[in-house]
């Protein structure tokens, strides 16, 4: 009896500890990225430009914000702009070289960009029954992270690598399973913009399945006081 109730003292000192040491890395992420200065932008407009994995060639973007969820993404090549957005609910996509008319959009993949990019930050807008778990401590491209995980469902998850020193997040990792195997989209950060007492990813390398994609570079970012709704629904030209 004695040894069981040991057993069990111990396995809840052990449960209590993990929770508190989750509880002290999001706070100070919180504190590293500037929450509490997220917390006062409604509305963000971004730009600036990617490159794709082997070329030369920068393609401008612009990027729209609205809290909580939502976002649009304007981007420009050889003329053509095609434009993407995410209501929360329903992605769609316009592309002038597949026709004039926007059509549905993967809205995973729209998620994946709003949660990583979310104004207040990918921990302060969790619904339902997602929440953080301590994962542990991993080695990460030379650096120390914590890893702590957001479960979507029993086929998707979050894991965001938090550096042990700066609190800030060098690399996040969606992985999901579709028709029977396990895929993934990776969000790797270079480097952090300074913005109004708050940090936004500058710098990000974005890799599908492993291989890398394409670069990303933010070049100007604005807080806006309102944006229309209908910039986040279905788009036309």
């Known amino acids: 009896m ?62 729209f914000q609205s809290k909580p969820d939502r976002i649009r993404i304007e981007t420009t ?31 995973e993949d729209m998620e994946f960009i709003s949660s990583t990019t979310s104004i207040d930050g990918p921990f302060e807008n969790l619904i339902g029954n997602r929440h953080p778990e301590f994962i542990g401590e991993k080695e990460y491209k030379d650096y120390s992270c914590y890893v702590v995980r957001v479960t979507k469902s029993a086929t998707e998850h979050f894991d965001y690598y938090i550096d042990t020193e700066t609190y800030l997040i060098n690399f996040i990792r969606y992985e999901y399973e579709k028709n029977g195997g396990w895929y993934s989209m990776e969000y790797k950060v270079e480097k952090y913009l300074d913005f109004e007492g708050a940090k936004f990813p500058e710098e990000v390398v974005v890799s599908i399945n492993g291989v890398e994609m394409t670069s990303l570079y933010l070049t100007k970012i604005k807080s806006v006081p309102e944006m229309a709704d209908k910039l986040f629904k279905k788009p036309s030209f």
């Open 2 to 63: 004695k040894r069981v109730t040991f057993i069990i003292a111990f396995a809840l000192i052990g449960s209590l500890a993990t929770a508190q040491n989750l509880e002290d890395i999001l706070k100070k992420n919180r504190v590293a990225i500037g929450v509490d200065a997220r917390k006062k932008m409604n509305n963000l407009q971004s730009g600036g430009y990617f490159v794709m994995t082997g070329t030369e060639v920068k393609v401008p973007f612009k990027l």
């Open 77 to 107: 090549v050889f003329g053509f702009k095609a434009i993407q957005t995410y209501d929360g609910v329903d992605a769609w996509m316009l592309n002038p070289l597949q026709g004039m008319e926007a059509r549905r959009a993967d809205a």
